[in-house]
């Protein structure tokens, strides 16, 4: 009876050491959960592309993916099409109002002029668009830009003709007599100054209004905390080679961009990178600056119908602002 029993308990004991090697080796070959990203073409949000052709994002399943505009990535986004993206402020906002649970991992850049309405020659100011149809993305950032540029000229949306319009689609309409002006960025910006289109209103007259931030679902951002850190790394890293590496940084860029490198380099000034430091400090959800941003950018929403007023509660920032990915320098 004995020597069966001693049988019996190594038989179990080898089973168990069986059973919980199987389950080591499970867990630790369960892949990470990939992380697909938004954006699209704008200067400010190269430093994704550019982490991704440095390798940066080697040991994380991180891919980022090119949109055609955002009001696109929006769509996607609520189809669980994605799990991040590159957004401006007012747009994570309207993202919150859809039921898009996201938290805010970084605050990308700010635009200092990179957003702009360009217009004929014949058009002096934006009061002269009085009547005259303008093109814009109406469901994205360029419906603030130009409900902003109207009201502070005393204007409102129903004394100009909407048209509807993405970005890319800005010069045909132009060609075409569709439009007299329109709301853009680079590089769209270039290719329509080049053909004879001026700036009626750019973002400065709006300072630290228009703000990009990487939003993430927060179900991901609670199951995968490690690929979100090496997302954020990544990006300081980019950013810091295109600071040190202007020109090579650029090479990678004009792969994308139908400007040449000087025109590129230029654009850049239309915007401001966040820093490390500066991103500690907007992300900080006891005080973030972003706050005082936050009753503007909501009244414009309203006001355009981009959001309903009824989902004032889901629009706080201080709920949504996570500064824990940051690196400690």
């Excluded at 080591?24 to 954006?39: N, V, W």
Aim: glycine share 4%; charged share 20%; net charge neutral.
């Amino acid at each position: 009876m004995l020597m069966i029993s001693l049988k019996k308990m190594k038989w179990v004991f080898f089973v168990s050491i069986l059973l919980s090697g199987l389950l080591l080796s499970s867990c630790a070959s369960k892949p990470q959960q990939e992380l697909r990203i938004s954006s699209l073409l704008w200067p400010g949000y190269e430093p994704l592309v550019l982490a991704e052709k440095l390798g940066y994002f080697q040991e994380a399943p991180i891919k980022i993916l090119d949109y055609l505009s955002n009001t696109d990535a929006i769509a996607a986004f609520k189809n669980h099409s994605l799990e991040a993206g590159a957004f401006t402020l007012d747009e994570t906002l309207q993202l919150l109002a859809d039921g898009v649970d996201v938290q805010i991992v970084l605050v990308m850049d700010t635009s200092d002029g990179g957003d702009v309405i360009l217009a004929n020659p014949d058009i002096q100011s934006i009061s002269d668009l009085k009547g005259r149809p303008v093109a814009v993305e109406s469901s994205a950032v360029g419906a603030y830009v130009l409900q902003r540029a109207l009201e502070l000229n005393g204007l409102t949306l129903n004394d100009i003709d909407v048209i509807s319009t993405h970005a890319m689609e800005q010069q045909q309409a132009f060609k075409n007599g569709e439009v007299v002006a329109a709301v853009t960025f680079d590089p769209y910006r270039t290719e329509l100054t080049q053909a004879g289109k001026r700036p009626i209103f750019t973002s400065k007259s709006i300072p630290n209004e228009i703000i990009d931030v990487l939003v993430v679902r927060t179900d991901v951002v609670q199951n995968n905390p490690k690929v979100i850190r090496q997302l954020v790394k990544g990006w300081f890293k980019a950013l810091a080679f295109q600071k040190a590496n202007p020109k090579k940084a650029a090479e990678y860029a004009l792969t994308r961009y139908k400007v040449s490198t000087e025109e590129y380099l230029k654009s850049l000034s239309g915007l401001k990178f966040t820093s490390l430091a500066e991103n500690k400090v907007l992300l900080n959800s006891s005080k973030s600056p972003l706050y005082e941003l936050e009753p503007k950018l909501k009244k414009t929403l309203f006001s355009l119908g981009l959001v309903n007023p009824a989902e004032h509660d889901a629009l706080l920032l201080s709920q949504h602002l996570n500064g824990r990915f940051l690196p400690n320098e």
